[in-house]
C-alpha cells in the first residue's frame, strides 16, 4: 500500500513538473480581443506596433481568424515576443545569438572589409614575445562593429571572414591563415586580392540598390616603434559622400577623446587617399588605420579587449551619425 502511494505521488509530481517546464517554454504570452476591437487596436494595446507585428501575429495564430483576418471573441491569441534574436555563427559560440538592441539602422546596408588576411598577415607588431598581427586585431574588431550594426538594425556583409575565430577576447590573437573572402581561398598577389574584395562589394552593392549602402575598411598601420598614432579616416579623392562619412567618424572619435582624456587631445585627420579599393568600390567607402601596431602605446588599443570594444563602438556612432545625416 506503501509503495503504490509513493507511485502515485511519484506519478502526480512527474506530471506536474512536465506541465510546470511545458509552461515555462512556452515562448509566447495570449490575449484575448476585447469586444469590437479590430486588428490593429489589439496590437497596440499589447504593446506591439501593428506596422511591424502584423504579419508576425498572423503566422503565429494562423486559422484562428474570421473573414478579413478578423479576430475572435473569446479566442486565445498568441503575443509575438517584442525581442528580436538574430544568430550569427562567425561571432563564436558565446555571441552567435543575439538581441537587437534598436531599429536605428534600419534599411541600412554595411559591407565591411577587414585588412588582408589569408596568406598575407598584414602588418606586425613584437609585444614581448609575442608578434601582433595586423589582419588579426583588424578582423577582431571588424566583427564586433559588424555585431555592432546588427544589434541596431543594419544588414551587414562581412567580405573577409575566419569561420572558427569569432570574436575573441584574450590579448594576443594567435595568427592564422583560413581567412577567406566571400567564401573563395584569397590570393597572395595584392592586385590580385583588392580584385576580389572590389568584385565582391560591387555584386552586393548592384542586388541591395537602391538602398542606403556604405563600405567600410579596416586596417592596422605600421611606422617606426617611436612614431604614436591616432585613427585616421581615408575617402576617394573624388567622393563628396565618403568625406562626409570619415568626417562623421572622426567627429565622434574626437569627441570620445575629449571626454575620456580631455588633456590628451586628438590628432586624427580625415584625407582623400588614392587608393584601389577607395576608387573601384561601388558603394561609398571609407578606409580606417586605427593606429602603429609597432608602437607601444598604441599597442594598447589593440591587445585589450575593452579598447578593441570601444574602437568597435565609436565607429557605429560615426556610421549610425552619418546614416542619420543622409536621412533627414
Not at 53 to 82: E, H, M, R, W
Not at 247 to 261: G, V
Not at 280 to 291: C, D, M, Q
Amino acid at each position: 500500500m506503501i509503495h503504490i502511494k509513493r507511485l502515485v505521488l511519484f506519478l502526480w509530481c512527474s506530471l506536474y513538473i512536465i506541465s510546470a517546464l511545458a509552461q515555462e517554454e512556452t515562448p509566447y504570452k495570449t490575449s484575448i480581443p476585447q469586444k469590437g476591437e479590430g486588428l490593429y487596436a489589439f496590437l497596440s494595446r499589447n504593446n506591439l506596433n501593428p506596422d511591424k507585428f502584423t504579419q508576425q501575429f498572423l503566422d503565429l495564430n494562423k486559422g484562428k481568424f474570421g473573414k478579413n483576418n478578423a479576430l475572435l471573441l473569446g479566442v486565445k491569441y498568441k503575443i509575438p515576443s517584442s525581442e528580436t534574436y538574430l544568430f550569427e555563427p562567425l561571432y563564436g559560440k558565446d555571441r552567435e545569438k543575439f538581441k537587437v538592441e534598436s531599429d536605428n539602422l534600419n534599411g541600412a546596408v554595411y559591407y565591411l572589409v577587414s585588412g588582408h588576411g589569408g596568406p598575407d598577415p598584414g602588418a606586425l607588431g613584437q609585444y614581448g614575445d609575442k608578434t601582433l598581427s595586423e589582419d588579426e586585431y583588424a578582423y577582431d574588431i571588424t566583427l564586433r562593429l559588424a555585431k555592432k550594426l546588427q544589434e541596431n538594425g543594419a544588414s551587414v556583409n562581412m567580405i573577409i571572414q575566419d569561420k572558427n575565430d569569432g570574436i575573441r577576447d584574450e590579448s594576443y590573437l594567435e595568427m592564422d591563415k583560413d581567412e577567406v573572402c566571400n567564401d573563395e581561398e584569397i590570393p597572395l598577389e595584392q592586385i590580385n586580392r583588392l580584385k576580389q574584395r572590389t568584385t565582391a562589394i560591387n555584386q552586393l552593392y548592384l542586388k541591395n540598390k537602391p538602398a542606403y549602402q556604405r563600405c567600410v575598411i579596416i586596417h592596422v598601420d605600421s611606422r617606426s616603434k617611436g612614431k604614436a598614432i591616432d585613427v585616421f579616416f581615408y575617402h576617394s579623392p573624388k567622393s563628396n559622400s565618403g568625406k562626409n562619412t570619415a568626417q562623421s567618424l572622426l567627429n565622434i572619435f574626437d569627441a570620445k577623446y575629449s571626454q575620456h582624456q580631455p588633456s590628451r587631445g586628438y590628432s586624427g585627420v580625415v584625407s582623400s587617399r588614392n587608393l584601389y579599393l577607395l576608387r573601384k568600390t561601388y558603394p561609398t567607402a571609407v578606409f580606417i588605420e586605427l593606429g602603429n601596431i609597432r608602437n607601444y602605446r598604441d599597442q594598447q588599443r589593440f591587445i585589450l579587449e575593452n579598447n578593441r570594444q570601444a574602437l568597435a563602438n565609436w565607429l557605429y556612432e560615426g556610421l549610425l551619425s552619418d546614416y542619420k545625416s543622409n536621412n533627414k
